[in-house]
Structure formats: C-alpha cells, structure tokens
Nanobody, 129 residues
Framework: QVQLVESGGGLVQAGGSLRLSCAASGRTFGSYAMGWFRQAPGKERLFVAA?????????????YYADSVKGRFTISTDNAKSTVYLQMNSLKAEDTDVYYC?????????????????WGQGTQVTVSS
C-alpha cells in the first residue's frame, strides 16, 4: 500500500511561484513512476508532469511534461525524504486547479490518469490575474 500526501498549494499572483510537495510512504521510490495531474471542477484530470526511474537504485530519472507547462514547471525528488516536488514558476491564471500527486506500479511513464494506481488528496492552486 502506498500513501501520498500533497502540500504546498495556495494563492499566488500571476507570474509568481509555488512548490508542491508529495510525501510518499511505503515502498514507493524505485518501484513506482510518479506523476502530477490537475483537475478543474466537473472536468477530467489532466497530465502535468511525470518521472520514471532510469537507475534501479533510484538515483536518476527521466522527466516528462505537458506542453502547457514545459519550461515553467519542474518535477524533482528528495529521495532521503521520499518526496516528489513540482516547482511551478511563471504561474498563469489558467494554471488554477486542484493538483494531485500519483504513483504508478511498474515504473513506466504514462500521461493517462487511468494508468496510475495511487493518488493523494489534492492541493488547491489558485493564481490571481
């Protein structure tokens, strides 16, 4: 069983930055690909960023981004803390959503929410224009 707990959301002005954190419990790191998704009320959950481990000892990884966030968002990890981060810079009003962290068994990349097995509770990001 994997538990994911997000934090770091909030209200920020357009052009500002936020860093989301996703603390993972259980035997996650090295076994699971990790992703961030976003969702607006009544809409489908959309891919934001993901990583998969390229070395079994989970020291290096490949990253993937939605076109809308490339160059502005960065996914990274702190292995000692079993935490995945989403650094969000140059935020825009259209980035406003609830952001979710997810883990996928098998350490394979996917931008489809249905491929992920575990989810956090979500954290609200609001960008004022």
């Amino acid at each position: 069983q994997v538990q994911l707990v997000e934090s770091g959301g909030g209200l920020v002005q357009a052009g500002g930055s936020l860093r989301l954190s996703c603390a993972a419990s259980g035997r996650t790191f090295g076994s699971y690909a990790m992703g961030w998704f976003r969702q607006a009320p009544g809409k489908e959950r959309l891919f934001v960023a993901a990583l998969r481990w390229t070395v079994i000892r989970w020291k290096t990884y490949s990253t993937y981004y939605a076109d809308s966030v490339k160059g502005r968002f960065t996914i990274s990890t702190d292995n000692a803390k079993s935490t995945v981060y989403l650094q969000m810079n140059s935020l825009k009003a259209e980035d406003t959503d609830v952001y979710y962290c997810a883990a996928r068994r098998g350490n394979e990349y996917s931008d489809n929410q249905v491929d992920y097995d575990y989810w956090g509770q979500g954290t609200q990001v609001t960008v004022s224009s």
